[in-house]
């Protein structure tokens, strides 16, 4: 069977990625290199294993709650960890470029590719609208764009709101969530009912694979939401606030979804959407919530919220942002 896609698209895809990975590859040699200064080993190991939840959380989190659409499958894993790697290196040089004591050259850092790995994740919670309606190579530019226009927004409200790393951080889920919509808008253009319909049919072990990155990202959630906060007592608090918050919205989001089914049954896609809203909800403050109830409340309004956005929606798998 030959290619589902366009000759334009199986021939500029292969050429522009290896054109653009090439333009990196100069772009690293000449204004980048690797800081050199010695650093604390537990330090250092403390920033690595955040980093490695942080990449697990994308990687196989984003990746395989994506892998729903039956147009799509395995190969939006695939599209998943290309978007990753791609706007992991772009990230680095923009917020290397855009940062105040750049002179020269980009200094590297663990703590860099962190960062930079958190902000390509709004691009992987964007592709929750978008995957479906758009072929890989325009979410190659999608990814460079949102990239882009991310971390400028976030260096804005560095230098000139006084927003701290952790909170402008925070912002990603509404950036791509409008982000994700807006790049929809502009593909979708009232396209045939039937086509709409064949675009968001889904695979018949959907619920069993999404599922699966839904607990990856469950499981990690703490570590994304205390990743930047440098005082030790500050990310405990969000870790135990996250937390909680998640069970609260886990328990919430399965309740409520057993009770909305007239069967009792518990409805996957809601659980999907649902189960991560105490994480998000609770992530700008997850560090100065001082009481777990508080951190509980959030949770339970978000699981609730949630359930009710994706039994309003017509397709459910559209609410990104999680």
Not at 10 to 37: K, M, N, Q
Not at 43 to 51: C, H, K, Q, T
Request: hydrophobic residues 50%.
């Amino acid at each position: 069977m030959g290619s589902k896609y366009p000759p334009s698209v199986r021939g500029c895809l292969p050429l522009w990625t290896i054109a653009l990975e090439l333009a990196f590859l100069v772009i690293f040699f000449f204004f980048t290199s690797y800081d050199t200064s010695s650093q604390d080993p537990k330090e250092l190991m403390g920033i690595y294993r955040v980093l490695q939840d942080v990449t697990i959380m994308a990687a196989l989190g984003f990746g395989f709650l994506n892998s729903s659409l039956r147009r799509y499958g395995w190969s939006s894993v695939a599209f998943n960890l290309f978007l990753l790697a791609l706007g992991v290196q772009w990230a680095v040089l923009v917020d290397g470029f855009l940062e105040w004591s750049f002179y020269k050259k980009v200094i590297i850092k663990l703590s860099s590719i962190k960062l930079a790995t958190m902000s390509a994740m709004s691009v992987l919670i964007s592709v929750g609208a978008v995957l479906g309606k758009a072929n890989l190579l325009q979410l190659t530019v999608m990814a460079l764009v949102e990239v882009t226009a991310f971390v400028t927004v976030r260096m804005v409200d560095r230098k000139y709101l006084g927003t701290d790393n952790h909170t402008s951080m925070m912002y990603i889920h509404v950036f791509a969530t409008y982000f994700g919509l807006m790049v929809t808008w502009c593909l979708s253009r009232s396209p045939p009912v039937a086509v709409l319909v064949e675009k968001h049919q889904t695979t018949k072990n959907s619920s069993l694979f999404t599922m699966l990155g839904t607990l990856f990202l469950w499981i990690f959630w703490p570590s994304f939401n205390s990743a930047l906060l440098d005082i030790p007592k500050e990310r405990k608090t969000a870790v135990f606030n996250t937390y909680y918050a998640l069970a609260v919205s886990a328990v919430t989001a399965i309740s409520v979804s057993a009770l909305s089914h007239p069967r009792g049954k518990i409805n996957m896609t809601h659980i999907h959407n649902a189960v991560l809203a105490g994480g998000v909800a609770v992530g700008a403050s997850c560090h100065v919530i001082g009481t777990p109830w508080l951190a509980m409340v959030l949770g339970f309004m978000a699981g609730l919220i949630s359930i009710g956005g994706a039994l309003c929606l017509r397709f459910p798998h559209l609410a990104v942002g999680f």
